[in-house]
């Protein structure tokens, strides 16, 4: 049995509660102070309204005005949204006297449950927001006669045919956990310096993705971006070998990189790692395919006038939707977010190669948290999705020891692609080389490339060299294979 869902109106959030809340059910949104309760209730009722449901905000704390005007500001219609105002009124601080006899709660809770049972039978909502219900217990003598009255109050609303969000101020020192007992579901939003996140604990009768998701504020309200999950995408996918369109590159890796596969092309500053990896680019925009460079290093421009000099037409690989360079500036994402991104890239514009430049700028980019397992994550999603990746990877040195990658990267490759320079008779050159290769044998030798206005161009096998793996390699005798 399918149980309806409702849209909570936030994209991420609908994905991490597998389609949304379940319908005529209550959940709790717990959190600190300015960790956006607020505004995710404010998203759950415009949803509400979007789709032609009454929608009730009873607001037992902060001023419906003030509610209202902030709500305006991060673009929410609230006109259509009925509030139901309940916070302390200025009258309240005057007449104080008037508890003599009687405790505040018992003088107060009878009006407040009043209008309360006014508003719901004259409205008849489909979605009711209480925020929060922290205030409540303030109107019970104890945590008994709370818990009863919050059980009661609920049970009301949902036998009004209504799905209910409350919210409740946590703390440590003012636990939450009968909320938490009472209702379907839990929904903890936490901020922190490291930047703000939302889980969940509970969700009676469905599935959830379980963890810490990225939770941005922003000027459009809350965006949520689920955490990757690598096991329930998979897509079919032909195994097959895709062309570099350079007959001697093909020859060195024994026919191309294969689909759904994980290269690392590295190699030191300038030599050629962007453009190599814009090449297979270039090659797959001829079969009609689309790609996406993510720059944290280059600015677009440079990128584009850069590959332009070397006969890649990126700029007509843009035009036609065949190619996407996006820069991604640094501290701007959490991995989460970033992993949306591309997330959107391969599932809605069904992208196939999409390339890192550089790892490095990625792992500062994405500050703090473990760069390995991260990348590994994205790599084996896109693996599964049948993308093909290209990680392009600076190494420190120009010459001299040869490592593959400085940054414990290597074991997510399937195949590693060098680049180096080379002295050779007293003349800088550069030469191609595989390291690695899962799925099939490789070249052993490696092979002058070059790059020039017609665009990359490599040589034959440079058999006769020796130690290629050090700076300075020997030949073993002088004769043609060196040109
Ligand atoms: N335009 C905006 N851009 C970025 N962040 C914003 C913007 N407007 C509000 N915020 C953030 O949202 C927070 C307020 O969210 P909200 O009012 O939903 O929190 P809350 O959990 O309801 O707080 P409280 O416990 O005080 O009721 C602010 O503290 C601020 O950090
Ligand atoms: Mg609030």
Known sequence: MNLARLSTGIIGFDEILNGGFISKRAYLVRG?????????????????????????????????????????MLGFDTKAITFLDLSPSADFFTEVQTYDIFSPAEVER???????????????????LIDSMTQFRYLCTDDFQFRKQVLSFIRFLLNADATVVFTSESSAEAPDDDLQFISDGVIHLHNSLEGRNISITKFRGSDFIAGLHSLRVTSQG????????????KQEFILENISSGIPELDELLHGGIE???????????????????????????????????????????????????????IHA???????????????????????NQVRHEVEENKTRIVMIDSVAGYRLAMSGADLASHLHALCKYLQNMGAT??????????????????????????????????????????????LKKR?????????????????????????????????????????????
């Open 222 to 233: 809350i965006k949520v971006a689920p955490k990757l999950q690598t096991k329930l995408l």
């Open 259 to 313: 689909r759904g596969t994980v290269t690392i092309l590295t190699g030191p500053t300038g030599v050629g790692k962007t453009t190599l990896g814009l090449q297979f680019m270039k090659e797959a925009a001829g079969r009609g395919e689309r790609s996406v460079i993510y720059t944290f290093e280059e600015g677009e421009e440079t990128l584009v006038a850069r590959s332009q000099a070397v006969n890649i037409p």
């Open 439 to 483: 799925l099939s044998n490789f070249e052993k030798t490696l092979r002058e490339i070059e790059i020039t206005r017609y665009g990359i161009k490599l040589g034959k096998p440079l058999v006769n060299l020796r130690k290629i793996l050090s700076g300075t390699p020997e030949w073993v005798e002088k004769n043609d294979n060196t040109k």
């Open 32 to 72: 600190g102070p300015g960790c956006g309760k607020t505004i995710l209730g404010l998203h759950f009722l415009s949803a509400g309204i979007s789709n032609s449901e009454p929608s009730l905000y009873i607001s037992l704390g902060e001023p419906v005005e003030q509610i209202k005007t902030n709500g305006a």
């Open 110 to 128: 009878e009006p407040t449950t009043q209008r309360i049972i006014e508003s719901v039978e004259s409205l008849k909502p489909k979605r009711v």
């Open 317 to 339: 690989m843009i035009t036609n939707g065949n190619l996407s360079v996006v820069r991604v500036e640094p501290l701007h994402l959490t991995h989460d977010e970033f992993a």
């Open 389 to 434: 990746v290209i990680l392009v990877n600076e190494t420190e040195n120009i010459t001299g020891d040869f490592r593959a990658t400085e940054l414990g990267i290597s074991y997510i490759a399937d195949n590693i692609i060098f680049l180096r320079y080379l002295e050779i008779y007293g003349e800088m050159q550069k030469a191609i080389g595989v």
